[in-house]
């Protein structure tokens, strides 16, 4: 179970229902639900993580090529939409 993500707390429950409960179905489901709604929220997560750091990359290298023909500029990156500094390393 812990290779599907389960904690440690988790997996003792599940444990527990099945030596002290014949009818436990619907209370594993019930927890199996709870998790994949837990995964999907975090797959949900990632997802955006992913796109905002394609997005940065995305900047740096258009910089670095710039770097290439014209003076070098402030990083992107470490520049926040608004002009402020950021204080993620590039």
Same mark, same amino acid.
Do not use: I, M, P, V
């Given at each position: 179970m812990q290779g599907l993500g389960?904690?440690?707390t988790e997996i003792r429950q599940l444990l527990e229902l099945r030596e002290h409960h014949l009818g436990a179905c619907l209370e594993v489901r019930d927890l199996l639900n709870a998790k994949l709604k837990k995964v999907h929220s975090k797959l949900q997560e990632l997802q955006q993580l992913e796109r905002e750091l394609a997005l940065d990359l =995305?900047?740096?290298?258009?910089?670095?090529? =710039?770097?290439?023909?014209h003076t070098l500029r402030e990083c992107p990156i470490l520049i926040g939409a608004n002009g402020e500094?950021?204080?993620v390393p590039c």
């Open positions: 389960f904690s440690l =995305h900047k740096c290298n258009r910089e670095l090529r =710039h770097r290439q023909r500094k950021r204080e």
